[in-house]
């Protein structure tokens, strides 16, 4: 099951791009555009669970205070440094910038876990790393250090940091025996709450948009971008721990270029499959076994 839950949160979270571009070129402002899709993906895991009926782990304060950490770093800074970034630079740079978060996963990892990093999961980052950066060259050539375009990329760089405590934090959990849906469910509200008190505090007004696309968009990213992605992603940091794992934000843009060579034509080019080539290569290191 390990290899279906990493490539179905691959292809998922690739083919939210879609759905992120609509609501950044919508009338709602992101902010409350997240608030309403972690909202809905409450709404729907509550019900799930609720059919399934599953005695769960009895929960305690200390239980809360992670998961209300998991949930702001998780679901809601990280979401907010994303956001800020790619107003600042294209979504290719801000994948690129992201994919960090194999080195802060690894490193938290060993830190505050005690877990293994293998010298075979560096050699496999550095590969799906430079792959990206191979993909996304041309954004790259077009980079100005001295303009505003370092800030997106300190964001996206942020927004890694930040999303990487939400997994040490959620393996941390399961390690004390938390249920994966369980933790999904709590912490995912908990980031509802972040939200919700980040919107009040920044004066924005309720709004939404009444169009077929917005809607849609909307539904996709709460239901499938978020409670199915977000239950396979947490399934894979409890089987194969939160560096592994977090090689699925190397694939996640390849899959978005294949969607896009799909629904826009987009052209690939020589250097975008070399630098798939890479990513292939390292998505191998990464994930096999040591014998």
Known sequence: MTAVFYLLTAFIWGSTWYGVKVHQMSTVPLALSNFYRFLIAVVVLYLYTQMR??????????????????GFFLFCLN??????????????????????IIVFNCAFSALFL??????????????????????FSGHLAHFQ???????????AVGGA???????????????RGADVIQNCLYSMTYGVGWWGLFILLSGESLTFEMTTSY????????????????IFFLSLLRNIGPGRASYVFIISPVVALVVSS???????????????VFVMVGNVLMLRRRS
């Open 161 to 175: 940091i930040a999303s990487s405590f939400g997994h040490i934090i959620a393996k941390y959990a399961q390690m």
């Open 79 to 100: 979401y907010y440094c994303y956001m800020r970034s790619v107003s600042y630079v294209p979504s290719g740079l801000t994948s690129v910038a992201f994919s960090s």
């Open 215 to 230: 809607i849609s968009a909307l539904l996709y990213l709460a239901v499938v971008g978020s409670t199915l992605a977000f």
């Open 114 to 135: 005690k877990l293994p990093v293998t010298r075979q999961m560096m050699i496999g980052g550095f590969f799906g790393i430079a792959g990206l950066c191979v993909i």
């Open 53 to 70: 009926k599953k005695i769960w782990p009895k929960l305690f304060w200390r239980d809360h205070g992670l998961m209300a950490l998991q």
């Open 262 to 276: 799909v629904m826009e034509g987009y052209v690939w080019s020589e250097t975008l499959i070399i630098g798939l």
């Open 145 to 155: 250090s001295g303009g505003l375009e370092i800030y997106g990329l300190l964001f």
